[in-house]
């Protein structure tokens, strides 16, 4: 009876809604009775868009759209609006978040919910609260500093309280296991279910057309592109398809001739409602978060609600759909025990309070806890937004901005690869995975997020043909992008900490490891094996090869046979969709090596903007070769042994590429360069001959003193060297000009390419941003937070910009970080030109948790420091590993 | 006198043993989540043995209880071999030319088994190097052999049961210079045991069974209910197709005298079983190795006995019978047990006390509010108590401890009774065998999400 009550109560607040067009058709079905089925609008033969889905997401997209001026929408939803996750999620907008760009969605959407209400009419539940996430452990406390750091930076308010302070925000909260907590007094409170009828009012007078019980059974492709939807009711022809189906969207994808591969998996979601308290709690009271209990806490209705993420989620629907609507599942006490006594443990004087119920409400997930956005790589016109973590409300709105800019602009205002479709491929898809990582991703929710942490499920899938031989010799794993890569190797007789307690935000323990190996590239001769890069071919019978890559690079590729080029792969505002090495192997063939995570979306982006000839082809050759790093000084005579060829610099100078071979093995691809900014080579080596050369390059090695080096060496040496890397410190909104890259790009070369108009423009009225290098000054290594990624960095006080990766330098023994320095007028906050003057003459800081360290900016390296005799036009100045 | 409940908890988990096939590391998932096993003696030492082990070499795991008889040698030679043998049987033409190799050049082997062992689960020092021995015969003979054609693992699981068998035979009979190998030997001959053994890989299960111990596969309808599938028979005289199969293999003059009182000769309940040489040799060979061996053979009146109405041996083999199962969704679990455990409990109750175990939150029913006052401290208590329930001492953490706990403590109404069970397990040693048998069981966890 409680239940039905529950469900009742929602849908009073629905049904207050200011008379949207869709009401009338369904507001008669309101009764679960056998009321007659009133008669459908039809649906129109054609439109602009559809939308699939009725939830937060999907009328956030409507709403968007249709504010940006597209009119001819549709929005089927197959049940009710908001009547899935939506209806039953907990309606907590909270902009405590990790990631930037998830920080910004979650404020664009308090903001956007703020005003909702005025705007439509209909009542949103909408209460500034507030929210306290507490810390019982010291860890923990430096973790939400880290957030308060970036919350404080971006203009949210926000402040880091005692536990006494956190006792006056909250009549039953009991504070004798906390250390200190985080107050963010703008964050709220909605009906989550009203927030979607509110955008979906609003979208409807816009235009918008709204049809509920109508699924969508698949989405009809023609030539790679959206021609239309085939529904139960019909179909409708359209030019974009928008997928915003929830825990729904992975099947929706699959279910097309064309398939889709949304990674997202649904896990069951409890949390428990109250009856009110004898005397009700106000409604404005802060919604509390204890991630180490891992629940949340909000009011609700005088009473309270409570839920959170167990350490052993139960993931469900891994077979397909087997229901409509989401009703409500089973409730499961025992399960829901831990959280419940966490949250007595947290609010002891909750013990009399009766429940109403336990709510079952299942939560979709993905591999990487950041929710999917974007066009489809493989269908063009296929949308999608799905997948968001159990946060819906907080990112729905700004996702569906997000989402409506990306559609109407052909990209959104802010770079949102971390949450594009692109990132994952066809390896993420695979059913035993998806149930496998939400396994690991929930939990995660509540879990410490340290440095440089990895997923431990859905591992070894992509692997190097010299992984068992690696294995054995202590190397420890981390994944990109399914592909197994070294860590670093522990050598034997050495033993590091279990993974648990590794965790650390301050030196970790393999740091004297990745020490002996950095110091082994800088005297001897190391080897990596960086096989995971994502490696085409482009070749094409008569000039078209060269050609299309001059457009479409903005590096010079025209130069002799055997020369490596770096160069940016640039959209139409001179912003770094890919930044590779593309080696010419012959007038007519070229071989490009880009970095792992680029091998959907650069493949994309190339098919979409290749000329259709048959004579021309785009071959992803990834697999076919296994890469091995030979990087340091003695690189030179290795290699000239096991070749019988000599390598000095007279006979193979740098950014060279030449078939030779090693050992027995012919047809090795050796190219003058390692990504580090070290002398060495890359091998890339036909996987048949990898363990042939790994064997010949060890034991030749053994006199020159050649020891296996992980990533982590590679990663300390790049940023060192001030080697920027795609997809952590490069993206689609930053340009060769504002990261010293200018020298890549050739505006003369005699041909238009993309975004040269734009580089044309900052080279002449300067750039807004600076890729500047920061060496900490007054930190100690051993004591002080280490550094990560997504510090604010402070000029003469003043806010200037973030860190985008940081690494201790072997060589400088000091930490250094990478990161983008902006000039904001002092009193309009307007963006103006950085010059280099403006970065040479201030006093920096770099915040760590709150505790600001001295940094010395630099535009350039210290290759003072670094002794090597290399021609100025042969340093080679570009890496694009992400970590 | 009575027991203590901790007390009765030490004596029966004194034995237990648990195994998880490590989850989530991403290399291993596997159709066996784990298993559980366990044994509680009558016998004093017990006469039952266990094993299990992973083929390393092949794909599949290996589980099996051995019942021993007229002492623990045999059962305790076959728990230490019979996998090895099977393993062996398995092995592709190159895997054991390379393992020829090796031993012939006196470099490491390649482990062939991963064993799981309780801590008393023991191996023989003495006698491994003659074990190995007579192994590295076996897959020489393989070697030679080569028939080209894939292993086929009904057929790899009946030459290794026959193969052991025969060389515990042959060990006897050649005999060993050392005294003690040489008195080992003609114990395990001497003595038998029977054999019941499952190998695992993926959705494949084989079980091969000689004698009267058993396996029971543990199936979850669709209503959530337990039922079970027998996935071996039992050879004993209970068992129609198999005193045929005796009758069959002798001539008809000896009808009468095959089976009497249930028994094989009168005197042997199991009608297949490993060693037992007094079944399978002729008289002239008993008389001669009996004769030539050491003293205490010959002391012993039991060795020197020959059966009545031993005219056409050998009566007995070790030869299995073997049954595949293709997993399903809904198999669940998969019980081997030695008859110490069917004697006392009908593989029904079997079926359901191990099921309902399984599933956790066992006899419990879920909790629903529904439309009662519940506040949230009274729910707490409830939860907090059927947790404790759960995981408190006075419950097992092993399903074969469960499971015993159930055989031993029974009443008439199905439930565990403290007063039996404490009077049970506190027999002397010379009653104990009147009121129980030894008993083991093995209960292997499938893995659905898998399957």
Known sequence: ASGRMFLRLLSDVRWRAANPRWRRLTCSQRSTSSTAEPQQVPLPAQAQVVICGGGIVGTSVAYHLSKMGWKDIVLLEQGRLAAGTTRFCAGIVSTARQVSIELKMADYSNKLYQQLEQETGVKTGYVKTGSVSLAQTQDRLISLKRVASSLNVMGIPCEILTPKQVAQLH???????????????????????????????????????????????????????????????????????????????????????????????????????????????????????????????????????SGGFEKNPKPLFTEGRNQLEIQNLQEDWDHFEPLLSALLRRMPDLEALQIMQLVNCPESFTPDMRCVMGESPTVRGYFVLAGMNSAGISYGGGAGKYLAEWMVNGYPSENVWPLDLKRFGSLQSSRTFLRHR?????????????????????????????????????????????????????????????????????????????????????????????????????????????????????????????????????????????????????????????????????WAWLKSRLPDDSNLTLEDVTWKYTALNLIGPRAVDLLSELSYAPMTAEHFPSLFCKEMSVGYANGIRVMSITHTGEPGFVLYIPIEYALHVYNEVMNMGQKYGIRNAGYYALRSLRIEKFFAFWGQDLDAFTTPMECGREFQVKLDKGMQFVGQEALLEQKQNGVYKRFTMFILEDHDTDMDLWPWWGEPIFRNGRYVGKTTSSAYSYTLERHVCLGFVHHFDEKTGEELVVTTDFINQGEYEIDIAGQRFQAKAKLYPFSSLFTQRRRKDEVELSGYQRE | ?????????????????????????????????????????????????????????????????FD??????????????????????????????EIENAVESGRALLPILQWHKHPNDYFSKEASKLYFNSLRTYWQELIDLNSGETTDVKEALINAFKRLDNDISLE??????????????????????????????????????????????????????????????????????????????????????????????????????????????????????????????????????????????????????????????????????TDGLWETMHRQDVARIVGEYLTGVHHQQPIAVGGYKVTLGQMHGLLTERRARISSVFEDQNAATHLIRHAVGNNEFGTVDHERLSKMLSLPEELARMYRDDITIIVVQFNSHVI
């Open chain 2, 68 to 97: 021993g008889h007229a002492g623990c040698a045999c059962a305790q030679a076959v728990s230490e071999r019979l996998f090895y043998y099977i393993a062996v049987s398995l092995l592709p033409h190159e895997t054991l030319l």
């Open chain 2, 1 to 65: 006198f009575y027991l203590t409940p901790p007390q009765v908890n030490s004596i029966l988990k004194a034995n237990e043993y648990s195994f998880k096939v490590p989850e989530f590391d991403g290399k291993n998932v596997s159709s066996v989540l784990g298993f559980d096993s366990n044994q509680l003696p009558a016998n004093a030492p017990i006469e039952d043995r266990r094993s299990a082990a992973t083929c390393l070499q092949t794909r599949g795991m290996l589980l099996g209880v």
């Open chain 1, 438 to 602: 939400v396994m690991e991703v929930m939990p995660l929710m509540c879990d410490l997020k340290v440095p440089r942490w990895d997923f431990q499920t859905g591992r070894q899938l992509r692997t190097s043909p010299l992984y068992d031989r690696l294995d054995a010799q202590g190397a420890r794993w981390m994944e990109k992008h399914g592909f197994e890569r070294v860590k670093y190797f522990v050598p034997p007789g050495k033993d590091l900490l279990d993974l648990d307690q590794s965790k650390t935000f301050y030196k970790p323990d393999w740091f004297d490891i990745v020490g002996s190996e950095v110091k082994c590239c800088k005297e001897a001769v190391c080897v990596i094996d960086m096989s995971s890069f994502t490696k085409f071919e482009i070749s094409s019978t008569g000039d078209q090869a060269l050609e299309s890559l001059q457009y479409l690079f903005s590096n010079d590729l025209d130069v002799p046979v055997g020369h490596v080029v770096h160069t940016g792969m640039l959209n139409e505002k001179g912003g770094y969709e890919n930044d590779c090495s593309i080696a010419r192997l012959s007038k007519r063939s070229f071989f490009m090596i880009s970095p792992t995570d680029q091998q959907v979306h650069c």
């Open chain 2, 172 to 337: 006897a009979q050649v005999g060993d210079p050392n005294s003690f190998l040489n008195y080992l030997v003609l114990r395990v001959a001497f003595s038998g045991a029977t054999a019941c053994v499952a190998h695992v890989d993926g959705v494949d299960l084989h079980v091969a069974n000689t004698g009267d111990s058993r396996a029971m596969l543990g199936v979850q309808e669709e209503d959530g209910s337990w039922s079970a599938v027998n996935l071996s028979y039992d050879h004993n005289a209970q068992n129609e197709h198999e005193v045929e199969r005796v009758k069959m293999e002798h001539p008809k003059s000896e009808e009468k005298s095959l089976v009497k009182q249930d028994r094989l000769l009168g005197l042997l309940m199991p009608f297949r079983a490993f060693g037992d040489v007094k079944f399978k040799w002729s008289i002239e060979l008993q008389k001669r190795v009996v004769e030539s061996g050491p003293d205490q053979l010959n002391d012993n009146e039991y060795t020197k006995f020959i059966p009545p109405n031993y005219h056409t041996p050998p009566y007995l083999t070790a030869e299995p019978e073997v049954i595949y199962h293709k997993l399903r969704p809904q198999d669940k679990f998969l019980v081997l047990a």
């Open chain 1, 171 to 305: 009549p039953l909260i009991n504070i004798h296991d906390l250390v200190g907590a985080m107050y963010v007094p703008e964050d709220a409170v909605v009906s989550s279910a009203s927030v979607s009828l509110a955008l979906a009012t609003a979208a409807s007078r816009n235009g918008v057309q709204v049809h509920e019980r109508t699924s969508v059974s698949h989405v009809t492709v023609q030539k790679g592109r959206v021609t239309g939807v085939e529904t139960d009711r019909g179909r409708i022809g359209c030019q974009y398809f928008v997928n915003c189906a929830g825990q729904w969207a992975y099947e929706l994808g699959h279910s097309g001739e064309e398939p889709v591969n949304i990674p997202l998996h649904a896990c069951e979601h409890f949390y428990l409602l109250t009856h009110p308290l004898k005397e009700p709690l106000a409604s404005n009271l802060p919604t509390i978060v204890d991630p180490d209990g891992r629940i949340y806490i909000r009011n609700w209705q005088g009473g309270i609600l």
